[in-house]
């Protein structure tokens, strides 16, 4: 099976950055899509960006757009978020994520990625 493991968070003041990167191994499953999402305390899991991997499209949640980065190194099997003016509000645990194979779900939905890694928490200070 598939497994994702994100690492690169932390604790940086507003206005910092930081890039967070998701390891990919086993399976490759023949979903196109991977992304990111986080959740802060007492709130939903919210979409923060995706790629295609086939086609390299990008999608960005509104409130991440012009400062977060989605890439991919297809050699590596790695998914990097590159963070940048980074602020309070963006303080979560955030989780990459697989779309296991083709499914019609939007790329915004958690319903769309059936594999999930563990998380890592990113804290920016006022």
């Known amino acids: 099976q598939v497994q994702l493991a994100e690492s690169g968070g932390g604790l940086v003041q507003a206005g910092g950055s930081l890039r967070l990167s998701c390891a990919t191994s086993?399976?490759?499953?023949?979903?196109?899509?991977m992304g990111w999402f986080r959740q802060a305390p007492g709130l939903e899991r919210e979409f923060v960006s995706a790629?295609?991997?086939?086609?390299?499209?990008?999608y960005y949640g509104d409130s991440v757009k012009g400062r977060f980065t989605v890439s991919r190194d297809r050699a590596k099997n790695m998914l990097y978020l590159q963070m940048e003016n980074l602020k309070p509000e963006d303080t979560a645990v955030y989780y990459c994520?697989?779309?296991?194979?083709?499914?019609?779900?939007?790329?915004?939905?958690?319903?769309?990625?059936?594999?999930w890694g563990q998380g890592t928490q990113v804290t920016v200070s006022s």
């Open positions: 790629i295609n991997r086939a086609t390299a499209n990008t």
């Open positions: 994520a697989q779309e296991v194979s083709f499914n019609s779900e939007s790329v915004y939905s958690t319903n769309k990625y059936g594999v």
């Open positions: 086993g399976r490759t499953f023949s979903g196109f899509y």
